[in-house]
């Protein structure tokens, strides 16, 4: 009976030491996945919809959005043509994470070129 209660301790011990996770990652490997196998636009508002998940749930546990979900989200807006909505979402990203100012940075640079280009 003493070794049950010991082995209990240590597993209780344990599992409560556990490191609790940085980042709530929701299904987004699975809507990414999916929309890379077949990038129709309903598969690409799935993991639009997956990311704003990503954002609220986060939120409401209190953990940092992961990296990189802002910016994707903001991008998604852009291929969207949601240009205000895409910006939100950008300079959102080059907050929470500093270094990612300069690719969000040559990203729109890069769109801006582009456009010009085309006029």
């Not at 990189?68 to 998604?76: C, K, P």
């Amino acid at each position: 009976m003493k070794n049950k209660t010991i082995n209990l301790l240590l597993i209780l011990l344990i599992v409560g030491c556990a490191p609790q996770t940085m980042y709530y990652w929701g299904n987004y490997s699975n809507t990414l996945y999916k929309y890379k196998k077949d990038a129709t636009p309903e598969m690409l508002d799935k993991h639009k919809t997956e990311l704003l998940d990503i954002i609220s749930k986060s939120n409401e546990k209190g953990l940092r959005i992961p990296p990189g979900i802002n910016a994707e989200l903001g991008y998604i807006f852009l291929l969207q043509e949601q240009n205000d909505q895409a910006m939100v979402y950008l300079n959102k990203e080059k907050s929470t994470y500093p270094e990612s100012t300069k690719f969000i940075d040559d990203l729109l640079n890069n769109l801006n070129e582009g456009e010009q280009n085309e006029n």
